[in-house]
């Protein structure tokens, strides 16, 4: 609730404030029109003679007053300022103490009188008072019979009108300087100041009777000299007045014609008012303070079922519910009087329930007169309040209605994927909605202070002004073009335009607008893959033919007119392609073509074209169906040239015979060869291990029967014989192992990696007791894809090698172990604290009689890794070694894994 004003708060409703002024006006010039002005001239020339007189000691007063008001604003004035001064002086003092305890890290409270001496105060009256934490007087300069005084309650005032105390002072560890009230009850500057060395606060005091004498002491001379002034004023201004007595009444007799003359127009002016309140769209009434009805008018008494007799009476017993409705308003414009405009109430009717909008204006029929105080007009008590009435039921139906369409509009042009534009005649955007945001990228803040020009990328300035005028004459138009986007890539937009006249202001241009900058795209992507599809065809070495859905040609190329030379002009939209084929089988292709074109499925048939004096063309015709969306849209063929081809594969069959020939003889070959290696291993076996087992045998004897008739020499070289032998014999066998590995058929199935192993150090258990060995299987080791035999032959030599290639008095120690490669594959890992490979020999290792050491030095015949090697590579796997010289090796074959396998949580312990 506001101030009345003469335009209402409430949207568009300007008649029940201008009534309620209208009819404050009214009450407060009929009072006045009732009376009659003095006709009577002897009247005015009575006050003539006495007119002088009085305004002459009327003018004597007010000089002695103005000189007297004169004198105490200049002694009140310098006394703010001195008050100013002094508490500037007192604030600076106080903090330049606590400056000093602070760098002083704090003081002793005893020598705070001698500190306070010494930075000589300001004024001879003001004293030093600290404040402990407690509130109490810790030390005071004047008073110290006063130590101990609780002082925490006492207030001091901010400029914000606010009350505090010393004490919420020490709990904020604030600072304040001003004018308050001591404990005492006495006025007096402070300037309070937290010091955290001490824990307290730093007061410096100056009672305000100081500050009074030396303003009094100052402004003496000056109230004597304002004195004299005004005593030698007066006899000068009675003379002006006694010398201008006649001019001024005769301004007296022209301001009372004036008078009558204002009279006759305020009776005029108060007719017309009150017509204007009888006449009135709106319910008008006047209270008075005790909320009797003094005027009420006829648009009221209807709405509210009221007659003229109610005129005096209290509004609560003639109409409750009026009273119910404007009574809590009408209170509350007399308390504050402060006018209440465009309150809006809902008012129960003859039983229907109506919307009113009350506005109550306070009636004043005096001005204020200013106060001694502060100057400020203070306004009279009230003589009532004028209340306004106004229903607005239907237009609140009209306006819930119109904002309904309103917000329906707004959500349709939020929600819509079209964008939408509205802008002046000159092309300033007016409006925007979301969807035309999001498609130029700009805010709707930023768009409303562009013009159409800024964003038209496809027309200059002129033409877009230009282009208005037009849509102006038309008062429609559709078209499309390119705006910028924030980014700078430009926006196709299909734009449909309207345009909005509205009665007294400029044309609006209203559009929609869609982008299609995807379906420009795409349009331009089609062009462009027509054109390639056509250029493509035009030099492609192979027939292309377009059918429709009825299987009617509706493109060929060139290389088709070479195929079929009648599918030329417009005839070949009735050209049947199989009459290209031999008379009997033209039936058959038709049916088969027919229904591929029917039922849309892919057709494939070849033929061969014969002409005169020419070889014969073999071609193959190919057709695939065209989809669309899932449907059948035609056909397209395309037919290629195989003649070529037909001529390799006569001759590769003519040359498949002679290889299937020659393929035969080369099988009759390597079965004898076959045979003869067979024989050799045989005989490698058998017939070479007799002799090399008679010669280990007759050294083996000479040793033990005549080795005491042999000299040490004789004897070292019967040991080399049976060393060679059993060396060489030991080569035999390997070299049997290898070929029979190579040449055997292996059958693969699952082995249980961690029997393998077992089998595979109980065959070695007296080479492993022999070199002390410490063996570690880490199990479970899994199952894998081989040959049980081969694999316990591979796991065989890498664990006899990890034994046998250690450095003398190191005791050998293997671990056995599995771990899953990514590719479906089990690595399993052999390693040793042997002496190590080195890296460039990791390679030739595994091949067959390739050796790093002598025999004297780790025995050994150079085929085990081979071996190895060869069987892994039969059971389809890969092998490998990584090892350094002195680090030890660690030697991995990987095979497929095999199926399932108990898996056990736990080891089942070292083996070894």
Known sequence: MGEATDKPTHGGMETPARVAKAGEGLDAGSSSADRTLPEDPHAVRLGAGVGPSVSAVLLLGLAVLMTAGAAWLAWHAHRRGAIREKIRQC?????????????????????????????????????????????????????????????????????????????????????????????????????????????????????????????????????????????????????????????????????????????????????????LYRAAPVGLCRLSPDLRIERVNDHLCALAGLDEG??????????????????????????????????????????????????????????????????????????????VVHDVTELKKVERKLREQIEINELMLNTTLDGYILADDRGQLVEVNPAYCRMVGYGRDELLRMNITELEAALTPEQVAEKIQRMLAAGAARFETAHLHKDGHSVWLDVSISILRLSGRPPLVAAFVRDVTNEKRVTAELRQSEARFRSICDVSPTGVVLFDEAGRVVYRNDRAVDFWPNLVGDSSERFDWTSNLPEGERGEARIAWDAAVRNGKPYRRHGVTRRPHEEPVWWTFTAAPILIDGKHAGHVGAIADVSDRVR?????????????????????????????????????????????????????????????????????????????????????????????????????????????????????????????????????????????????????????????????????????????????????????????????????????????????????????????????????????????????????????????????????????
């Not at 020598?111 to 402990?132: E, K, M």
Request: glycine share 8%; net charge neutral.
């Open 648 to 912: 390799r594969e006569k001759e590769l069959q003519r040359l498949n015979v002679i290889l299937e020939r020659r393929i035969e003889e080369r099988t009759r070959e390597l079965a004898e060869r076959h045979a003869d290696l067979e024989a050799l291993v045989h005989s490698m076996s058998h017939d070479l291990r007799a002799p090399l087992r008679g010669m280990y045998g007759f050294a083996k004897a000479l040793l033990d029967d005549c080795g005491s008739r042999l000299d040490d020499r004789g004897r070292e070289y019967a040991r080399y014989i049976v060393w060679a032998a059993e060396h060489l014999d030991q080569l035999i066998q390997d070299l049997v192992r290898y070929n029979r590995i190579v040449r055997k058929e292996l059958l693969v199935e699952d082995v249980d990696l961690d029997q393998a192993v077992r089998d595979a150090l109980q065959r070695l258990q007296d080479e492993i007791r022999a070199s002390g060995a410490e063996i570690h299987v880490r199990q479970p080791l899994g199952v894998v894809r081989g040959h049980r035999s081969t694999l316990e032959q591979i796991l065989s030599n890498l664990i006899s090698n990890a034994v046998k290639f250690v450095n003398k008095g190191t005791r050998p120690n293997v671990e056995i172990r599995s771990e899953k490669r990514d590719n479906d594959f089990l690595r399993v890992i052999v390693a040793d604290n042997g002496i190590g490979i080195a890296p460039e020999h990791h390679q030739r290792i595994f091949h067959v009689l390739e050796r790093l050491h002598g025999v004297e030095s780790y025995p050994g015949t150079g085929v085990g890794l081979a071996i190895v090697q060869r069987a892994v590579e039969r059971l389809g796997g890969r092998v490998g070694v990584e090892s350094a010289l002195g680090q030890g090796s660690r030697f991995w074959f990987e095979l497929p894994i095999g199926g399932t396998h108990d898996e056990r949580t736990e080891s089942a312990g070292d083996v070894g």
């Open 91 to 275: 604030t600076a003092l106080c903090r330049g103490l606590c400056m000093v305890l602070e760098r002083r890290g704090g003081a002793d409270i005893a020598n705070l009188d001698s500190l306070w001496r010494a930075l000589q105060p300001p004024d001879n009256a003001a004293f030093l008072c600290v404040i402990g934490r407690g509130g109490r007087l810790r030390f005071h300069s004047r008073r110290p019979d006063r130590l101990g005084t609780r002082v925490s309650s006492v207030r001091v005032g901010d400029d914000d009108g606010a009350q505090r105390t010393v004490g919420d002072l020490l709990a904020a560890e604030a600072s304040w300087s001003g004018v308050n009230v001591n404990f005492s009850g006495q006025r007096q500057i402070a300037c309070y100041s937290y010091c955290r060395p001490i824990e307290s606060l730093i007061v410096v005091h100056l009672p305000m009777s100081a500050v009074d004498s030396e303003v009094w002491e100052f402004a003496r001379p000056w109230m004597v000299m304002l004195g004299v002034v005004g005593a030698g004023l007066l006899p000068l201004v009675t003379l002006l007045v006694m010398g201008w007595r006649h001019r001024e009444w005769r301004s007296v007799q022209t301001l009372v014609r004036q008078l009558r003359h204002h009279g006759e127009v305020v009776h005029d002016r108060v007719t017309e008012l009150e017509t």
């Open 310 to 387: 109610v005129v005096g009476q209290f509004l609560a017993t003639v109409a409750p519910r009026l009273h119910a409705l404007l009574a809590e308003t009408c209170l509350y414009v007399m308390r504050t009087g402060q006018a209440v405009t465009d309150d809006l109430r809902q008012w129960r009717v003859n039983g229907e329930q109506r919307t009113v909008l009350i506005s109550c204006v306070p009636l004043r029929l005096r001005r204020g007169s200013p106060t001694a105080a502060d100057g400020d007009r203070v306004s009279p008590p009230l003589a009532g309040v004028n209340c």
